[in-house]
Nanobody, 112 residues
Framework: QVQLVESGGGLVQPGGSLRLSCAAS????????MGWYRQAPGKQRELVAA?????STNYADSVKGRFTISRDKNTVYLQMNSLKPEDTAVYYC????????WGQGTQVTVSS
């Protein structure tokens, strides 16, 4: 059974940084698509950043230049710099390879 385990969320002041990690287990091959989504209260879940096994990446316009997605096999990272209050949300790891999988979510709060 595939599991995605996230870590790294927390409370940070505006302008600060956080690094999220998501490790996939239970899958014996490289996952083709891994990404991070987020959902703020009262809003729809949205893509933050994603990467493929071929190395391509894409980012939401709102995070370009501030966030960086990377991966090492089936672990994906999200380095978040210059955080803003509007980045506050629950961040979810997502993986797709024939089927789709979601992590349990990790809270990121940007506040002074």
């Amino acid at each position: 059974q595939v599991q995605l385990v996230e870590s790294g969320g927390g409370l940070v002041q505006p302008g600060g940084s956080l690094r999220l990690s998501c490790a996939a287990s239970g899958i014996p091959f490289i996952i083709s698509y891994m990404g991070w989504y987020r959902q703020a209260p009262g809003k729809q879940r949205e893509l933050v950043a994603a990467t493929t096994s071929g190395g391509s990446t894409n980012y939401a316009d709102s995070v370009k230049g501030r966030f960086t997605i990377s991966r090492d096999k089936n672990t994906v990272y999200l380095q978040m710099n210059s955080l803003k209050p509007e980045d506050t949300a629950v961040y979810y790891c997502h993986a797709r390879h024939a089927s789709a999988y979601w992590g349990q979510g990790t809270q990121v709060t940007v506040s002074s």
